[in-house]
């Protein structure tokens, strides 16, 4: 069955250095999304990407995050000066479609990023 | 916004035991899905299941949509089914944002 692989599965960075957490979405999917759960707690939505830009973001992505579409495969978060309260694993989800009909939306493994 | 409400919270049950997990949503969906968060921290797609009933192997779901709740079903628990298990969903009139429950927590004691 097709996966969507994130790298790397664990980063530790020191507090106001960036970090890039990757993404491959499968390959037909066309819609991507980043979601964040902070250990302990509920899995919360940060943004979607469709069509080379951001379709929708929650207040949690601010003008600190941002993310790319590099090339034909990859899907990128970056956060440029990253907070301690930004230690969370970030899970990458991508769907066929807008509404996710028939499969659903398909979830990486995490990247679990903690910041020192 | 939508309330998305899951319980038990916990639930701690003997191996072999059988369980339901409830979701109740406030408003209407377009999507909805079953996760199952192991221990490791990852999040495996169990169901998509907006209206209906789905079986696979020992777990099944129920969504009454017009009722606004789904149920997942687990038989004949064994200790790998322990970890988190959320319900996530979406509106028609909010895109394609996955909004996720609280999650139940579960325990298989050997």
């Known amino acids: 069955e097709p996966e969507v692989t994130q790298t790397p599965s664990h980063q530790v960075t020191q507090m106001g250095q960036e970090v890039i957490l990757r993404c491959v979405p499968i390959?037909?999917?066309?819609?991507f999304y980043w979601y964040r759960q902070i250990l302990g707690q509920k899995v919360e939505f940060l943004v979607s990407?469709?069509?080379?830009?951001?379709?929708?973001k929650s207040e949690i992505f601010d003008d600190q995050f941002s993310v790319e579409r590099p090339d034909g495969s990859n899907f990128t978060l970056k956060i440029r000066s990253t907070k301690l309260e930004d230690s969370a694993m970030y899970f990458c989800?991508?769907?066929?479609?807008?509404?996710?009909?028939?499969?659903?939306?398909?979830f990486g493994s995490g990247t679990r990023l903690t910041v020192v | 916004g939508i309330q998305v409400e899951q319980s038990p919270p916990d639930l701690i049950l003997q191996e072999g035991a059988n369980s339901t997990l409830r979701c109740n949503f406030s408003?209407?969906?377009?999507?909805l899905q079953w996760f199952h968060q192991n221990p490791w921290g990852q999040l495996i797609n169990l169901f998509y299941?907006?209206?209906g009933t789905k079986q696979n192997g020992r777990l099944s779901a129920t969504t009454v949509a017009t009722e606004r709740y789904s149920l997942l079903y687990i038989s004949s628990s064994q200790t790998t089914d322990s970890g988190v298990y959320f319900c996530?969903?979406?509106?028609?009139?909010?895109?394609?944002?996955?909004?996720f429950g609280q999650g139940t927590e579960l325990s298989v004691k050997p």
């Open positions: 989800a991508s769907s066929e479609g807008r509404y996710a009909k028939a499969r659903g939306y398909t």
């Open positions: 390959s037909n999917h066309l819609y």
């Open positions: 990407f469709y069509n080379n830009e951001i379709s929708e």
């Open positions: 408003d209407s969906v377009n999507n």
């Open positions: 299941i907006p209206s």
């Open positions: 996530a969903l979406s509106l028609y009139n909010q895109g394609g944002k996955l909004i």
